[in-house]
């Protein structure tokens, strides 16, 4: 039987239920899984269900590019440009409190399919190969950028807990200013 919180009324008074209930606040849960009834994945999942209070995170499509805008590694690297967009998306997980843990789904756009090879070598070093993100690869004809061999864009689910203290580190600066600030 699964039972739904319908807002703060459906919370009890119970001092077990407000501890179970707090748990929960800083618990998300992503169960990864491979039905028998669906074809055997070659290096990703077929279905990630995420439960549990968190937030959502979508990462857009990110090239091979260092954070200077030139594409990594000499012109035609697919294992550089891949492992760079892994890295940009690592940068963007980080800025917001989250890893490669909380990724549930990817999205690969290729030029030449035949670096699938090189892309699960890259792919296996950044993610859980136990339970990897659901994942789509897709060969396009041509990228936004001139040169561009791959693009992955991503899906997470972080907890609260870690977004409140991805947020904490963020904010406690300016807000150590504001309070000398307000002393002087």
């Known amino acids: 039987m699964s039972m739904r919180l319908a807002g703060p009324d459906a919370i ?3 001092p ?13 849960s992503n169960r ?7 074809p055997a994945p070659r290096g990703y999942t077929q279905v990630v269900e995420s439960a549990g209070p968190g937030r959502t995170v979508y990462l857009s ?7 200077g805008g030139a594409f990594a590694g000499p012109p035609g690297d697919f294992r550089a440009q891949a492992t760079q967009c892994f890295e940009n998306l690592k940068a963007g997980l980080t800025s917001v409190g ?11 756009f290729f030029i030449d ?9 890259v792919r296996d070093a950044f993610v859980n ?12 004809g041509r990228l936004a950028r001139d ?6 864009e991503a899906v997470a689910v972080i907890p609260d807990r870690a977004a409140k203290v991805a947020g904490a580190k963020r904010t406690s600066k300016p807000a150590k200013k504001a309070t000398r600030a307000k002393r002087r």
Not at 32 to 38: D, E, G, I, R, V
Not at 129 to 140: D, F, G, N, R
Not at 147 to 152: K, N, S, T, Y
């Open 98 to 108: 989250g890893g490669f843990e909380h990724v549930v789904k990817v999205t690969n």
């Open 113 to 121: 399919m035949s670096h699938l090879p090189v892309f699960f070598e």
């Open 129 to 140: 190969t136990k339970a990897p993100p659901a994942s789509t690869a897709i060969q396009v």
């Open 61 to 67: 499509g990110q090239l091979g590019m260092t954070p």
């Open 16 to 28: 077990k239920n407000e501890t179970r209930n707090r748990r929960r606040e800083n618990h998300v």
């Open 32 to 38: 990864f899984s491979n039905p028998k009834t669906m």
């Open 12 to 14: 009890s008074s119970n």
């Open 147 to 152: 040169g561009a061999l791959f693009e992955i």
